[in-house]
């Protein structure tokens, strides 16, 4: 699907999406837990919705009951069950280590560029434990084996999805374990919101330096309710808008205190020069004039592609360094944004790492592809409100892996677009 997409008056408010991050991590705890509960979670996307396949193929009962997910935790589970992760990084790496600690097999059928995504060092750490896994780059995945001890030890400056699976492999066992950080920690806000979100179901994960140990594990205690919060990562389009738009933007639905790592936007956003208000559940972003900045993204790497886009409208040069992992997203994130921004007259130079950006007055408009990714879509939305011309958008349909109200959710905030059937 294409999209022409056009801005003139920017502003307004809209209502955060759920956090697809959150709701991962408490679906597959409460799939596995002592009892059933009820996840509040106001929208559902590609992503979730592969998590939720995944779990009830394993044997759990998840329902979608109006805004809820009703979880009825597995009984029995299923032998070498066939489990479809779609494009989602976060169910594959999450759940690869779950079946190794219940050692029932599993076969993870994927799509898009997943099947090309690394699982190093993830899979030398259960192949030396026994687990065996399919060569890299097969389609489908198939594991087999069962985890016999529960102490790993993980290079810390890898996908921090990898640090959550073995935590929660150690988890759903019901026995000790532990996971130790080899080197200087990448995306730490994401590992501490597994740790927060094991808490809710009774399981303390103690830090002893470089260790993070699970001392007692008497099983995931589910309680009746749970609600997952408003997405920073998603709010985090909005915002920028707010930044390079017209006129004010507000997000409600936020948890100003919530330790999701891409709330450090509000903290980008200000060292930009943007004014920043936040208030109890609501953040507004107002423009100002912006100077260049430099960034390491190395614990905020999803931001990457936004942050790119207002730095292509502000005075001087930004670097933006710390983002190599980029390359191995939906796609190789740092060449889509170059590509992206350029090629709607920017000025972006490429590095091994990162990114740097002289900014422009205004950008130009034109025809860009999304790259079959939902961030570097989005992106490029919020980059026509500083374009003296409309956008033509390869792949619009891209946004539903994260963020699919994303389209209407820009109307209401002056950024309009239109299917088209033209090729960019």
Same mark, same amino acid.
């Given at each position: 699907m294409n999209r022409l997409i056009s801005a003139t008056a920017t502003g307004g408010s809209v209502r955060s999406i759920a956090s697809k991050s959150e709701a991962h991590r408490l679906l597959i705890l409460a799939a596995f837990a002592d009892r059933p509960c009820r996840i509040t979670c106001e929208e559902v996307n590609d992503d979730i919705l592969a998590t939720v396949s995944c779990l009830n193929t394993m044997g759990a009962s998840i329902q979608r009951d109006g805004v809820d997910f009703c979880v009825t935790p597995a009984q029995a589970l299923t032998e070498h069950p066939l489990l479809n992760a779609k494009e989602s990084g976060s169910t594959l790496r999450f759940l690869v280590p779950v079946v190794?600690?219940? !050692? +029932?097999?599993?076969?993870?059928?994927?799509?898009?560029?997943? #099947? /090309? $995504?690394?699982?190093?060092?993830?899979?030398?750490?259960?192949?030396?434990?026994?687990? *065996?896994?399919? /060569?890299?780059?097969?389609? #489908?995945? *198939?594991?087999?084996?069962?985890?016999?001890?529960?102490?790993?030890?993980?290079?810390?400056?890898?996908?921090?999805?990898?640090? @959550?699976?073995?935590l929660f492999a150690i988890a759903v066992s019901g026995k000790t374990g532990s996971v130790t950080l080899l080197g200087k920690q990448e995306s730490a806000p994401y590992v501490d919101m597994t740790i927060d979100a094991m808490a809710q179901f009774g399981l303390s994960v103690m830090r002893n330096g470089d260790r993070l140990e699970i001392r007692e594990n008497q099983g995931l205690h589910a309680p009746q309710t749970l609600r997952v919060g408003g997405d920073w990562s998603g709010a985090a389009f909005p915002l920028c808008l707010g930044a390079i738009g017209s006129s004010s933007v507000s997000v409600h639905g936020l948890d100003i205190h919530s330790r999701q790592g891409d709330r450090a936007v509000l903290d980008v956003l200000r060292r930009f020069g943007a004014l920043v208000l936040e208030e109890e559940n609501?953040?507004?972003? %107002? #423009?100002? @004039?912006? $100077?260049?900045?430099? &960034?390491?993204?190395?614990? &905020?790497?999803?931001?990457? #592609?936004?942050?790119?886009?207002?730095? =292509?409208?502000?005075?001087?040069?930004?670097?933006?360094?710390?983002?190599? *992992?980029? $390359?191995? +997203?939906? %796609?190789? *994130?740092?060449?889509? &944004?170059?590509?992206?921004?350029?090629?709607?007259?920017? /000025?972006?130079?490429?590095?091994?790492? !990162?990114?740097?950006?002289?900014?422009?007055?205004?950008?130009?408009?034109g025809?860009? @592809?999304?790259?079959?990714?939902h961030r570097i879509a989005m =992106?490029?939305?919020?980059?026509s409100a500083a374009c003296k011309a409309p956008v033509t958008l390869e792949g619009a349909e891209a946004v539903t892996k994260s963020y699919p109200a994303f389209?209407?959710?820009?109307?209401?905030?002056?950024?309009?677009?239109?299917?088209?059937? +033209?090729?960019?």
């Open positions: 190794c600690a219940l !050692g +029932k097999g599993a076969v993870f059928e994927m799509a898009g560029r997943l #099947p /090309e $995504r690394p699982l190093s060092p993830l899979r030398e750490v259960l192949e030396a434990e026994g687990i *065996r896994l399919s /060569e890299t780059g097969q389609n #489908p995945l *198939r594991v087999s084996g069962q985890l016999q001890h529960r102490d790993f030890a993980i290079p810390a400056n890898v996908s921090s999805q990898f640090i @959550s699976g073995l609501i953040v507004t972003v %107002s #423009p100002a @004039s912006l $100077r260049g900045i430099d &960034i390491d993204a190395s614990q &905020i790497p999803d931001l990457v #592609p936004i942050l790119a886009v207002v730095a =292509s409208t502000a005075k001087g040069t930004t670097v933006i360094s710390g983002a190599a *992992r980029l $390359r191995i +997203k939906e %796609s190789d *994130r740092l060449a889509a &944004i170059r590509q992206t921004l350029n090629a709607l007259g920017g /000025e972006v130079i490429e590095t091994s790492d !990162g990114l740097i950006i002289h900014g422009k007055e205004k950008l130009l408009g025809s860009v @592809s999304s790259f079959g990714d =992106s490029a939305a919020i980059a389209w209407q959710d820009m109307r209401f905030l002056g950024i309009v677009s239109e299917e088209i059937g +033209k090729e960019v």
